[in-house]
């Protein structure tokens, strides 16, 4: 059996009038994330940690920002077809662990419906996957409300 591990980094800035997808739910908040997809900065850095553990390059290569196919799209539908590449490459994903930097909004009360997000778009166990979150401690780019980053590791073994 062979593992592998993927990290994937991804930021996204928060503007008034934008809404806030995190982990392919929506987060009632006064800002929301800025992007040419839906901006779920938490799926995009799973796809990134899952492509670069199977050596698939990054989510830019596959779903580039420049395409109109893309504009807007649920992120959700790219953590689809990304894990879909994994899969074909005779991988599955062992487990997920993601943390959210951010100031605001507070987000444990919704971090189950995200687990549940992820694991239902990736059909895998929900006890799988684990995210968490943090602020910053108002220092840098996420305490100033300025933008939210997320981390996510991966795990997969190939079947």
């Given at each position: 059996m062979s593992f592998r591990i993927g990290l994937g980094y991804d930021v996204h800035r928060l503007?008034?009038?934008?809404?806030?997808?995190?982990?392919g739910i929506l987060i009632p908040h006064e800002k929301g994330l800025v992007?040419?997809?839906?901006?779920?900065?938490?799926?995009?850095?799973?796809?990134?940690?899952?492509?670069?553990?199977?050596?698939?390059?990054?989510?830019?290569y596959h779903f580039p920002d420049t395409?109109?196919?893309?504009?807007?799209i649920d992120s959700k539908v790219l953590l689809a077809q990304t894990?879909?590449?994994?899969t074909g490459k005779g991988f599955r994903l062992v487990n997920l662990d993601a943390t959210i930097s951010a100031q605001k909004p507070r987000l444990k009360d919704y971090i189950p419906g995200m687990?549940?997000?992820?694991?239902?778009?990736?059909?895998?166990?929900a006890e799988a996957i684990n995210i968490k979150a943090t602020t910053?401690?108002?220092?840098?780019?996420?305490?100033r409300e300025e933008g939210i980053s997320v981390q996510a590791v991966v795990l997969i073994e190939k079947l």
């Open positions: 503007a008034e009038g934008e809404t806030l997808w995190l982990g992007a040419h997809s839906d901006g779920d900065v938490l799926l995009h850095a799973i796809c990134d940690a899952l492509l670069g553990a199977a050596k698939l390059r990054d989510i830019g395409s109109s196919e893309f504009k807007n894990y879909q590449l994994v687990e549940k997000a992820i694991s239902d778009t990736l059909n895998v166990d910053t401690e108002q220092l840098g780019f996420e305490g």
